[in-house]
């Protein structure tokens, strides 16, 4: 069953989309996916470019599919609070709505570029809440270059063309005007101050061979390598594209369910 409505948000003051994919089959209580999308996808991205109900019948599970635009999933300087809202306010409202576990080892968080940086995020500052992250070639893993890049001279990045000036603003609807670094939005940042007394996510990362962003993401995965976390890193032939992502789910479920 996919459920594809409107609910009005406390935390974000509007009203939001979400889709939600449910097997046709019954559960005491279904394990969970919050499943998040890029910067150029919606909440429908996932259905409509994957096997993703195939994927839900096989595992009986529960993929929730959220709306959050180009916020990077952050609480933003000016604009909403998808951080809370995706954190906080909508895994209280589907529990109370659909038949979810509480459990946190039945809880996972997953997601693409845009996405894959949400679900690595979400997974390392709410540690309690998710067992599990499936991060498939996520972006914005070195944020502090960025933003200090983007201080001292925006021009030559403003320059490479139109979705440059786009991302400029999306950015600067999160830090502000100053682009002020904060290092719990840094993924990379997160992991180093983990608290010791806190459970940690497994960590299942993909990432394409031809991904403009491997460089980045064969960084992230060094510095993952030095830790005690569970980590796994897997690459294969392939891009930034829908080809690779939809291999790179199929591969995720296969890690978390195995």
Not at 87 to 101: A, G, H, M, T, Y
Not at 120 to 133: D, H, M, V
Not at 155 to 175: C, F, H, M, Q
């Amino acid at each position: 069953m996919i459920f594809r409505g409107d609910f009005y948000s406390e935390v974000l003051h509007t009203t939001t989309n979400i889709q939600i994919l449910i097997p046709n089959c019954g559960a005491e209580s279904f394990r969970v996916v919050y499943l998040l999308h890029g910067l150029h996808g919606n909440q429908g991205t996932w259905l409509d470019y994957t096997m993703l109900p195939v994927f839900a019948k096989k595992y009986n599970a529960v993929f929730v599919m959220p709306e959050a635009g180009r916020s990077f999933y952050a609480n933003q300087q000016y604009g909403r609070k998808y951080f809370d809202y995706i954190s906080d306010e909508l895994p209280q409202i589907c529990r109370k709505v659909f038949n979810i576990s509480r459990k946190r080892e039945d809880t996972a968080v997953m997601g693409c570029s845009m996405g894959g940086y949400g679900a690595l995020w979400f997974a390392l500052s709410k540690p309690e809440a998710y067992s599990f992250c499936g991060t498939i070639a996520p972006a914005c893993l070195n944020t502090r270059y960025i933003l200090d890049g983007l201080r001292a001279d925006p021009n030559p990045y403003l320059k490479t063309g139109p979705e440059a000036v786009e991302i400029y603003t999306d950015l600067r609807s999160i830090y502000g005007e100053g682009l002020e670094y904060r290092p719990d939005h840094d993924v990379r940042e997160v992991v180093k101050n983990f608290p010791a007394a806190m459970p940690k996510p497994v960590i299942y990362m993909t990432c394409g061979t031809e991904d403009d962003l491997r460089k980045e993401n064969l960084v992230f995965k060094d510095e993952m390598n030095n830790t005690d976390f569970d980590f796994t890193y897997e690459e294969w032939a392939g891009g930034h594209d829908w080809y690779f992502f939809g291999e790179a789910l199929k591969k995720t479920l296969e890690f978390w369910f195995q």
